[in-house]
């Protein structure tokens, strides 16, 4: 984000303040009312009946999940905290946001199918009122925005593999639709905003990405298999694992994402790495690399699960220059690596915070 002028960064600075303000007291609020649920829980529970008992572990769980999702989320980024061109605002897109920027990258949604499936209001919540809440901000501060949309646009495609210039093949009330659907009417709003309003917007078409810093939990198919191996517990396959994939490494993709929107490239691009493999041989390479002696364990079928996937780079790669550089392997070892940490650190089970440094404010040290 960088401000404009003199007055505009007053009213940055003023507006910072202000974001902060309500981001702290949201932030309160929200745990205010996990912890007012648990209270009132508590109560419950000690009036000593044995089911509301049970039932209360099962309501606080998730809640407890969702303060460890938070404290996770945070450590992801822990790492630009404190550098002089980076903040973190807590904030979601289903609601309007007031700032100053030049360039929106519109990545927030959940991605994988388990976090899009659990609560597909939201899902579609957030990339329809989300992407319409950023354009709206695009629009009023005059920045240009890149939607992060996907190859499940797609569908279950009839042609392969697939380009830019095909429709799509998505059945618009089964379990993923929620996403494709939310990601397919997100991608008609910028190009409405475009035509109408004249706001500046890229599109990229991301096919499956992988790599360090991924949710423990994210249910996608290599971090599944990865953690699967890594604990010796069987390999999940959906199906004969004859669908195909295609996976590119996260750094590729970060790559393209910003070619894509420093490019006057005004169409969907697909990014994605196009070495296509089958679930099964995936699933057998990262046991290899793993060193792993777990087995491979055939599940029924998903529905609507997409037999085919592999994106057509030559639009990126004409317009943009760009392709993917990250060996399959090389991206592998480097989440397996970052996996194992993981869970040596979930079995230590321990935040240790940092230590933070004394801070100056007016003159003074503030210890906090
Ligand atoms: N990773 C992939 O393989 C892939 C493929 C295609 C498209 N994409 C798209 O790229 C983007 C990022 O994917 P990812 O793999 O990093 O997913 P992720 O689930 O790891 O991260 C998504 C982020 O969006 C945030 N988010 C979700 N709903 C929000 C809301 N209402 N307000 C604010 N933030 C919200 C989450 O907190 C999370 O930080 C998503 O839009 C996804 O659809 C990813």
């Known amino acids: 984000m ?11 600075a003023i507006n910072r303040r202000r974001m902060k ?11 205010a009312s996990v912890w007012g649920n648990f209270v009132n829980m508590r109560t419950l529970q000690e009036n000593g009946d044995q089911k509301v008992e049970s039932k209360i572990e099962e309501a606080v769980a998730p809640l407890r999940e969702k303060i460890k999702d938070l404290e996770k989320r945070k450590r992801n980024v822990e790492h630009w905290i404190g550098h002089e061109n980076f903040e973190l605002i807590n904030h979601d897109v289903v609601e309007p946001l007031y700032i100053e920027v030049d360039q929106i990258y519109h990545l927030a949604s959940p991605a994988s199918p388990p976090n899009y499936m659990y609560n597909p209001i939201k899902t579609l919540k957030t990339n329809t009122i989300g992407t319409l809440n950023m354009l709206g901000l695009a629009k009023r501060v005059g920045a ?11 569908g279950d495609p009839e042609v392969h593999p697939q380009n830019e210039d095909y429709w799509g093949h998505v059945n618009p009330i089964g379990p993923r639709a929620c996403y494709d ?6 991608e008609t709003m910028c190009y409405a905003y475009m035509k109408q309003e004249g ?22 198919v290599v971090s599944n298999f990865i953690l699967q191996a890594l604990q010796g517990e069987p390999l999940t396959v959906y199906g004969p694992g004859t669908q195909t994939r295609a996976f590119q490494y996260v750094s590729d993709l970060v790559n393209g994402l910003v070619a894509l929107m420093n490019s006057n490239v005004s169409s969907p691009v697909n990014l994605g790495n196009p070495e296509e493999h089958t679930i099964l041989e995936f699933a057998q390479l990262i046991k290899k690399l793993v ?4 087995e491979i364990q055939f599940l029924s079928e998903a529905q609507d699960d997409p037999q085919k996937r592999k994106p057509d ?5 004409l317009l943009l220059g760009w392709e993917p550089v990250v060996p399959l392997e090389e991206g592998l070892n480097k ?7 993981e869970l040596e650190y979930q079995a230590n089970n321990q935040y240790i915070p940092k230590p933070k440094p004394a801070r100056m404010k007016k003159g003074r040290t503030r210890h906090n």
């Open 2 to 12: 960088v401000s404009k002028g003199p007055l505009l960064r007053l009213l940055t």
């Open 21 to 31: 303000l309500l981001m702290g007291l949201a932030f309160v609020a929200y745990v």
């Open 144 to 154: 240009r925005l890149l939607l992060a949309s996907t190859s499940e646009v797609y």
């Open 181 to 186: 659907e939310g990601k397919r009417v997100a």
């Open 199 to 220: 706001v500046e917007v890229r599109v990229a078409r991301i096919f499956n990405t992988f790599g360090p810093r991924m949710h423990m939990n994210d249910g996608r």
């Open 291 to 294: 060193g792993s002696g777990s």
């Open 313 to 317: 780079i030559r639009k990126a790669k």
């Open 335 to 341: 989440a397996i690596h970052y996996f194992r940490k």
